[in-house]
């Protein structure tokens, strides 16, 4: 089930600051990056302005706002609802960002703004509201750059194209760094992300302990529908797999990208 | 929001930190509205401090800008943040206002 944050704040300007935290704190959370979740911070901010000085009127407060953020497995939808008039907010004349500024009016700006910052917004009114949904989609683009699992393994993980992901792995594998490898690979494999791409290229030593954690990640990966394949193996790295038959197992690849590329090939 | 105000040689500066929305726009409209009218229509607004600006921001400074071009004054703007900077783009109000990537030649500009 998606998960939903919700909230509801009356409808007066002093209270917009709050609802602007609580989307941009739900936005990281669910993995946008600094530039996503500001865009969905403003065009929240606007259409919350729009309807506390449009919709409630600013000399009639009483009215209320609910936001509902609701994490999706490919984007981050918003739905602000409120009980004023019925107003479809996308129908409204955009103004022209050409415009010189002698031509230029004073409003009209914050649904431009929802709009270009925004991948997705609808409008809908049903049962006597307002419901003006809108999302930014989980594109690589969108997406922040993390750490595993919040540990700190110091282990970087990151979209790539195609539905994969790159984790970057450093230093030595080994029996007492295995573990906090194995916790980030376990954390991505039980969030849906079953696509890896392992980048090698700054682990310097790998041990029994850290070729088990590979297998294992690859086994419950394949199990899911998913793959693991590893990239930018060090000479000394890639012999201890080929010792050990393993480069038989993994696809392995000289870079991420080539990895990339190699999963086009199978589709072709 | 804060507004600091200096009186330079040639310019009026207004170096601004914090959030600029629709809670505390009208504060920011109403200093550079008070400047304007007591002849101080050179003006610079570093927005190097400003880690968030709405369209009621904006709406302040192209007010502000209009009515300084009704003379021979200007309003320039400093240091705004990659953020900020993609919403002045948005807009399309870096063709309309100066901007400048930092405040020292923003001032030096006039």
């Known amino acids: 089930m998606d998960e939903e944050y919700r909230m509801v704040i009356p409808g007066i300007l002093s209270k917009v ?9 739900v936005a990281r959370k669910v993995g946008l990056d600094d530039r996503a979740a500001y865009h969905c911070q403003m065009a ?8 506390i000085e449009h919709g409630y009127g600013r000399n009639n407060p009483g009215g209320w706002i609910e936001i509902i953020c609701c994490d999706k497995p490919d984007r981050y939808v918003i739905r602000i609802v409120d009980d004023s008039p019925p107003f479809n907010p996308l129908l409204h004349a955009e ?21 270009k910052m925004m991948d997705e917004a609808t409008y809908a009114y049903e049962n006597n509201r307002n419901h003006l949904t809108i999302a930014k989609l989980k594109t690589p683009k969108n997406l922040a750059a993390t750490r595993g699992a919040g540990l700190e ?14 984790i970057i792995p450093n230093g030595r594998l080994e029996s007492n760094t295995a573990p906090g490898l194995q916790s980030v690979l376990n954390g991505q494999i039980e969030s849906g992300r079953v696509r890896l791409v392992v980048n090698m290229s700054d682990v310097t030593y790998i041990s029994t302990s850290g070729l088990k954690v590979l297998v294992n ?20 790295v890639l012999e201890v797999f080929e010792t ?25 | 929001m804060e507004i600091k105000t200096s009186e330079l040689k040639r310019v009026t500066l207004f170096e601004i930190t914090g ?9 920011l409209g109403e200093a550079l509205n008070t400047a304007i009218d007591t002849g101080h229509t050179q003006i610079v607004v570093d927005l190097s401090g400003v880690e968030y600006m709405s369209s009621a921001g904006l709406r302040e400074m192209v007010t502000a800008l209009k009515k300084v071009k009704r003379g021979t004054g200007d309003l320039r703007l400093a ?8 919403v002045l783009e948005l807009a399309g109000l870096d063709s309309i206002f100066e901007i400048f990537p930092t405040q020292v030649e923003a001032v030096g500009s006039f």
């Open chain 1, 17 to 25: 600051p709050e609802v602007c935290d609580f989307v941009v704190s």
């Open chain 1, 244 to 268: 050990v038959g393993f480069d038989q197992l993994f696809g392995i690849y000289h870079t991420v990208d080539d990895a990339l590329q190699s999963i086009t090939d199978e589709a072709a």
């Open chain 1, 95 to 115: 103004p022209d960002p050409n415009a010189a500024l002698s031509e230029r009016g004073r409003g009209g700006w914050g649904i431009y703004f929802i709009k």
């Open chain 2, 19 to 27: 959030r600029i929305d629709s809670t505390n726009a009208n504060e």
């Open chain 1, 217 to 236: 990640t690859w086994r419950r990966a394949r199990e899911r529908g998913g793959d693991v394949k590893l990239a930018g193996l060090t000479p000394h």
């Open chain 1, 153 to 166: 393994t110091g282990t970087p993980v990151r979209p790539l194209d195609k539905g994969y992901w790159e």
């Open chain 1, 44 to 51: 929240v901010d606007e259409a919350c302005t729009n309807i």
């Open chain 2, 79 to 86: 240091a705004p943040s990659e953020r900020v900077l993609e």
